[in-house]
């Protein structure tokens, strides 16, 4: 049966807890985290006793100083957990970590990364001084919302053009009480990429999750290296070349720092398998799935295939992926070929790995010099590079292999694509 977006993970089953009610040992502070309460009134600030909790922020955005090319974020949204003397900030996969201290009836922390949200639109948003004051709003001596006036320090990339600025946010916060879901792409994902899934907000570290169906495989957390021991989970990686057309979904046990279970979200696809590429010199059916025009040709311009009659023509701004199938004890993965362009440079990576494996190799080759380039009698693609081998090793066992020969990434200013002409493409 396929699960919807809104199912709770398999096994999680325990009762949601309480937001953690220890006080946080800071001088000059005492109290509990936000659990509300009867009274009337209100009032905030050093009254206003606050603890560890988890916390859910909304709040607009402006721009303090007009640019040239404005900045578009509008509007923030993110979940803040306070656990021990650590600040958690987190959405949607991205998260931070800060020390934290209480002062006056407030959180206080320095030099935050805060999470961009669905709306606003950046590659960095820092604040240097994060001060989140206690509202009492019942009376009962403990907080029972956040809220914020900071001023934030934005990059963005638009177009070939960097951007910063800064920008006003008011922010106001009230308890958690939204489940944590999975979010993970509708999209079939090429094979090399392995899986990946991240949540919503920041994960209890007891958070456990694995795929099924294909396969049995983990999908461990994608912590950074240099995170202590039990910090929030908010991403899950696994990196191995995974089998084209599978389909997996997560299961496991999970909750956020309110005790809310996590609730599933999409199944984890590959591409269909474009069956196996014969190793023929391109003399055959071409068998890839990717994006753009190959097609199998004999020349380009005045440049003839590189060897017998045809070789794969792979246009600017396109990509392939290969499944090939080793005979026997075949550990190298070869190629040759040119490339086309205004300036002609080899601009798209080239990257293998074995089915089941978790290695993903880089095809090396040598870098012609720009004085080697032939002239291709085309006024499109007017230079190409001498001929040029791919290769790589590939050590693990098994019997299925990943070839991508992706398109060129770039996020800026970026220089013309190239096409490139490939031939011999064999496992040995």
């Given at each position: 049966?396929?699960r919807?977006?809104?199912e ?12 953690r ?12 985290g936000?659990?509300?309460?009867a ?10 006793h606050?603890?560890?909790g988890?916390w859910?922020f ?15 974020c509008d509007h ?12 958690t ?10 020390p934290?201290?209480i002062a006056?009836?407030e959180?206080v922390a ?8 669905t709306?606003?639109y ?8 994060l ?6 709003s019942?009376?009962?001596g403990?907080?029972?919302q956040?809220e ?7 990059s963005?990339?638009?177009g ?6 800064m ?8 308890p ?6 999975l979010?993970?792409s509708?999209?079939?994902?090429n094979?090399?990429?392995?899986a ?6 920041p ?5 456990s ?8 495989l983990?999908?461990?957390?994608d912590?950074a290296?240099d ?18 057309g599978g389909t997996w979904?997560?299961?496991?046990v ?8 996590l609730?599933?979200?999409n ?7 474009p069956g196996t590429?014969?190793?023929?010199g391109f ?14 040709i ?5 440049i ?22 080793r ?6 993965l ?5 490339a086309?362009?205004?300036s002609?440079y080899?601009g798209k990576?080239?990257s293998?790995?074995?089915?089941g494996?978790?290695k993903?190799?880089e ?15 085309d ?6 590079t001498?001929?040029v081998s ?5 050590d693990?066992?098994?019997?299925d ?8 990434y ?18 040995e």
């Amino acid at each position: 049966m396929t699960r919807t977006r809104t199912e709770v993970l398999r096994a999680v089953v325990e009762p949601a807890r309480a937001p953690r009610a220890e006080t946080l040992d800071v001088a000059g502070s005492a109290g509990v985290g936000p659990r509300g309460g009867a009274g009337q009134g209100g009032s905030g600030g050093a009254g206003v006793h606050l603890g560890n909790g988890s916390w859910d922020f909304t709040g607009d955005v402006k721009e303090l100083t007009p640019n040239t090319f404005p900045i578009s974020c509008d509007h923030l949204d993110f979940t803040v957990v306070i656990d021990g003397q650590t600040m958690t900030l987190g959405r949607n996969g991205e998260q931070s970590s800060v020390p934290v201290q209480i002062a006056d009836g407030e959180y206080v922390a320095t030099d935050v990364e805060l999470p961009k949200g669905t709306a606003c639109y950046v590659s960095q948003l820092h604040a240097k001084v994060l001060r989140l004051r206690g509202i009492d709003s019942d009376g009962d001596g403990e907080a029972d919302q956040l809220e914020t006036s900071a001023t934030l320090d934005a990059s963005a990339i638009q177009g070939d053009i960097g951007v910063n600025g800064m920008l006003s946010a008011n922010l106001t916060a009230v308890p958690d009480r939204t489940s944590p879901t999975l979010i993970i792409s509708d999209r079939a994902q090429n094979p090399l990429d392995g899986a990946y899934a991240s949540a919503s907000e920041p994960l209890d570290p007891t958070t456990s999750l694995k795929l099924t169906g294909t396969s049995a495989l983990p999908l461990p957390s994608d912590q950074a290296p240099d995170a202590p021991p039990g910090s929030p989970l908010i991403s899950f990686r696994l990196q191995s070349v995974l089998p084209f057309g599978g389909t997996w979904q997560v299961t496991g046990v999970g909750k956020d720092f309110a005790g809310h279970s996590l609730l599933a979200g999409n199944s984890i696809t590959t591409v269909p398998d474009p069956g196996t590429q014969a190793q023929d010199g391109f003399e055959s059916t071409l068998h890839a799935v990717g994006a753009g025009d190959a097609s199998l040709i004999a020349s380009y311009g005045t440049i003839a295939a590189l060897s017998g009659a045809h070789s794969l023509w792979l246009p600017p701004d396109s990509s392939l992926t290969f499944h090939l199938q080793r005979a026997g004890a075949e550990n190298k993965l070869h190629f040759a070929a040119r490339a086309f362009g205004q300036s002609a440079y080899f601009g798209k990576p080239a990257s293998a790995g074995v089915v089941g494996g978790s290695k993903i190799v880089e095809l090396t080759h040598a870098t012609p010099a720009s004085s080697d380039s032939i002239a291709t009698g085309d006024a499109k693609l007017p230079w190409a590079t001498p001929v040029v081998s791919f290769d790589a090793v590939l050590d693990e066992p098994g019997s299925d292999v990943v070839l991508r020969i992706a398109e060129q990434y770039c996020n800026g200013f970026c220089p013309p694509g190239t096409a490139w002409m490939i031939d011999d493409l064999r496992l040995e």
